[in-house]
């Protein structure tokens, strides 16, 4: 029904017919809503499975749609993800330690913006372990000078501060994964990690066509 009611305003304003048609086809969209929702029962599953306690929040308008063309990099998100529980979420009697709520959060959100389709993928865990990560990227003959030689260092294949993999996570394999999936949509991923108080991956990808309906007054 608000499907129909949005569609009914932009009829009214006098919307062009392209911009009609777009609308209409993005109804058949899958919700943004619905997508993060499963992708918060992941998230949950990952921190039961990791003896973890986690609050999981999405936000997503109504509106907004996912674009079709996404469908192959969702396989792929599952791992920042697990990134955010197993690598970024400390254990609850840590997190006590370090005066911290120890029911960790985890906080999954889309928006548009402009021409792009945007997604937050964020936790007030740890933050990112630079200096392991820079230990590591040391090993491999990686460049490491920098915070962006470091950055691109977290999406290298092999790279991991885990000592020992896990059927979660210390593959290697798994950011490096998700960097291949974004180029291939031609996105981009960004990180931004404080120490102490969590980590957050923003990846936007651009969009040809509407896939929020914006009301008119």
Known sequence: ????????????????????????????????SSRLQRLGE????????????VDVKTDASERLRVPAGLRAFWPAAIHLLRNAVDHGIEDGALRVGKNKDPVGRVTISAARRGDTFVLNVEDDGAGINWEALRKKAT???????????????LFADGVTTRDEATDVSGRGVGMAAVRAAVDEQHGRI???????????????????????????A
Not at 2 to 30: H, K, N, P, Q, Y
Not at 142 to 149: A, F, I, Y
Not at 192 to 214: C, D, L, M, Q, W
């Open 139 to 153: 090993e491999l003959g990686l460049p490491h000078r920098t915070e962006d030689d470091l950055v691109e260092a």
């Open 42 to 53: 992941q998230v949950r599953s990952v921190a039961q499975r990791l003896g973890k306690t």
């Open 190 to 216: 960004e990180v931004r990690s404080v120490k102490g108080a969590g980590t957050r991956f923003t990846v936007t990808f651009p969009i040809a066509s509407s896939v929020e309906v914006v009301a008119h």
């Open 1 to 32: 029904m608000a499907d129909l009611a949005c569609l009914r305003e932009v009829v009214r304003s006098g919307a062009s017919t392209e911009a009609i048609l777009d609308m209409v086809e993005s109804f058949s969209a899958e919700p943004a």
